[in-house]
């Protein structure tokens, strides 16, 4: 599917049981990567296995709470052993299509304690269990997902939309933090996606694109990809700390 090669770059793609995290892990190992792929939902995350080893790529699954550190440590052991090493950490698992939207006065205390344990904390743990396989690797990447939400300031949603803002200020962190052991940490802020948890989330998904991109569609699955393939390459060798905003053109609008 790709012309690019990621010649065995060993990567852990955290909510990978469906949506973008499956289309990342199908990319990915399309382009000769060894991909762990790793949910809550591991029942997900193994069809996501099946679909990869059965078109011939290397892929296997596991369940991973990010927001808890135990099984983010066990994750990485596993990983580890599974993968012999560690190159690329897509941190990809969410809380979003779930998630109810309402003004921000009227939001629920234990909803935005939920959204930040899973999106904000989440992030931190599965970082903080891999950092030592990524520094070992000596040419590590961490792709962390967050969203063009935080420029447009989507109405509705303070929690997640806070959420995904900590996450490209977490990044900046790590990019500082790991920049000397040769790791290099980048965002994608992916612009609405055509995918189960978005269609399930806005009414309004399949016309969203078409009526505020610059290029007149929504964005797709493997449009996201794009920009994960280039952080886990060593195209991005010198590129760290930045955000990847890929929403067909919304945010000039
Ligand atoms: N689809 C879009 O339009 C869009 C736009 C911007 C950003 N995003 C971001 O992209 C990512 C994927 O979105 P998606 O549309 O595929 O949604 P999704 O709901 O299908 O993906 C999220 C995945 O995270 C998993 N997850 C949730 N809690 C977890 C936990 N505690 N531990 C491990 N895994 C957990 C879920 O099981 C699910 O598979 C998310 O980070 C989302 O915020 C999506």
Redesign the pocket.
Known sequence: MSELNLNAKRVIV??????????FCERLAAAGAHVFA????DV??AQTAKNITTAGGFCVSG??????HE?CAALIGLAEEKLGGLEVLV????????LSRAPFEDLKEDEWDRVF???VK?VWQMTRAASGSLKSSGNGSIIN?????VFSGSPQWMH?VA??GAIIAMTRVMARELGGDSVRANV???????????L???AD?KTYGANRAALLRN?E?DD?SGGVLYFASDLSKYTTGQTLVIDGGKQFI
């Open positions: 955290t909510g990978a049981a469906g949506g973008l995290g499956r289309a790793a949910d809550i939902n997900g995350a369940k991973v709470d990010v927001s808890n099984s941190n990809n698992a969410a809380l979003y299509g779930t344990s899973v999106n989440g997902i967050a969203s063009a939400t997640y959420s995904k994608i802020a992916p612009g609405i996606t055509l995918t189960e948890a978005s399930n989330l806005m998904a964005g699955v996201i």
